[in-house]
């Protein structure tokens, strides 16, 4: 059994936690550096494979090309330690977490205007180290707050979804009820969070690093229909194992109505905003789906 097939078991994650409890955090941080190398040499590996195919688009170098191979590397590390942080975390609860995970004061305070006016908002972001932090600090706040989760197909995506529960994040796959679910919560002036960068067949064909991909279309729906605005941000480290969440503006659904490519323009416009996040670090962005059909056509 693989290194990458034994993180994807429904095991995988609690084997990590129970690590992490009891050992020493160097020795911790100096193993999951060792399999973050070993692992980003699985050539065969399908995730090895994505993050090289979406780091070439992104840095517009060859796959084969050697600083592709140094991000690979870089991106299972840095989402590694990422997880080490929030499973030391995580013994400590929401408590703990608010001083190792926190929202920039922007951030904080354009989304309690948004909301204290009685409005919903979304919050569309993208897979970026510290995402899962800033989820579950989101469930120990104040806010009336449904995640939308993708389908749970991976044995390791249930387990970490069930952790997340654990700690009180409300926590819903994407459905039709789902859906339903979080258009109640917009018009009730809740807070809707998703992702908008992972591949989606059934989304909208749109421009990302200057190549063409099929990106998730269900946020921007969402806007369209409650009028809700949407809040473009991001998570990073700032070292240390701590994480920070920032915005990258607000776009309001008022500006695309009427007309008749609503749905892609909005959706294009927030993936611009992502984009830019990306580019300047590459290393934080940890995608394990392959984003575009074909990275090496000339774009």
């Known amino acids: 059994m693989s290194l990458v097939s034994i993180a994807n078991s429904r095991w995988g994650p609690k084997a990590a936690m129970w690590m992490v409890k009891i050992l020493p955090r160097r020795f911790t941080l100096w193993m999951a550096d060792r399999i973050a190398a070993r692992i980003a040499r699985q050539a ?37 330690r990422s997880y080490i942080s929030l499973f030391e975390i995580m013994q400590g609860g929401h408590e703990t977490l608010a001083a190792f995970a926190k929202l920039d004061a922007d951030l904080r305070e354009m989304g309690d205007e948004i909301l204290s006016q009685g409005r919903g908002m979304i919050y569309v972001g993208a897979h970026t180290i510290g995402l899962d932090h800033l989820l579950i600090h989101l469930g120990g706040l104040d806010y009336h707050t449904l995640v939308l989760a993708y389908p749970e197909v991976m044995p390791s995506y249930q387990a970490q979804n069930d952790l997340r529960r654990s700690l009180g994040l409300n926590l819903s796959p994407v ?32 421009e990302f690093f200057g190549k063409r991909a099929w990106l998730p279309v269900g946020h921007v729906r969402l806007a369209l ?26 776009i309001e659904p008022e500006q695309f109505e009427g007309r008749a490519d609503a749905e892609e323009a909005m959706a294009q416009q927030v993936i611009r905003k992502l984009e830019g996040f990306i580019r300047q670090h590459p290393d934080e962005w940890w995608m394990f789906h392959k984003v575009w059909p074909d990275p090496m056509i000339e774009r």
Do not use: C, H, W
């Open 175 to 206: 459905s039709f009820q789902s859906l339903r679910k979080a258009i109640t919560y917009l018009r009730e002036g809740g807070l809707v969070v998703t992702a908008a960068d992972r591949p989606d067949e059934s989304g909208v064909f749109l």
């Open 225 to 250: 229909k409650t009028r809700a605005p949407i809040m473009v941000g991001v998570t990073y480290s700032i070292g240390g194992g701590k994480y920070r969440a920032k915005s990258l503006g607000i």
């Open 44 to 80: 065969d590996s399908a995730i090895v494979a994505a993050i090289r195919s979406n780091q070439s688009v992104v840095q517009g170098l060859p796959e084969d090309d050697p600083k592709i191979q140094e991000t690979v590397e870089a991106v299972l590390r840095n989402t590694m």
